[in-house]
């Protein structure tokens, strides 16, 4: 059973940094996972905010967080991290990881299989 564990969430002023951090563990070896950043705020859908392919080299990154915000991960550590830079109110929402053990490095919700339980950004003007 794979399992994500998010942390990194906060309260920050606006033009501020956060760094989240995504453990994965169990199921198969780390680097068999693509794995995947959304957001999700207050009555709003999920949405895609990046995702890092099982290799590490290869990124996507919605236009809205693109050349603020760097996913990328640790393999000695199990741990992909989302450097969120230059943060506006409108990045504040639910933060998730999500792996995806099928090869998709895909934008969708669909493309993933397995989530982890959150962590809250707040972001002040």
């Known amino acids: 059973q794979v399992q994500l564990v998010e942390s990194g969430g906060g309260l920050v002023q606006a033009g501020g940094s956060l760094r989240l951090s995504c453990v994965v563990s169990g199921g198969r070896a780390f680097s068999s996972y693509a794995v995947g950043w959304f957001r999700q705020a207050p009555g709003k859908e999920r949405e895609f905010v990046a995702a890092v392919d099982w290799s590490g080299g290869n990124t996507h990154y919605a236009d809205s967080v693109k050349g603020r915000f760097t996913i990328s991960r640790l393999y000695a550590k199990n741990t992909v991290y989302l450097e969120m830079n230059s943060l506006k109110p409108e990045d504040t929402a639910d933060y998730y990881c999500?792996?995806?053990?099928?090869?998709?490095?895909?934008?969708?919700?669909?493309?993933?299989?397995?989530w982890g339980q959150g962590t809250q950004v707040t972001v002040s003007s």
């Open positions: 999500a792996a995806d053990g099928r090869l998709r490095f895909g934008r969708r919700v669909v493309d993933y299989d397995h």
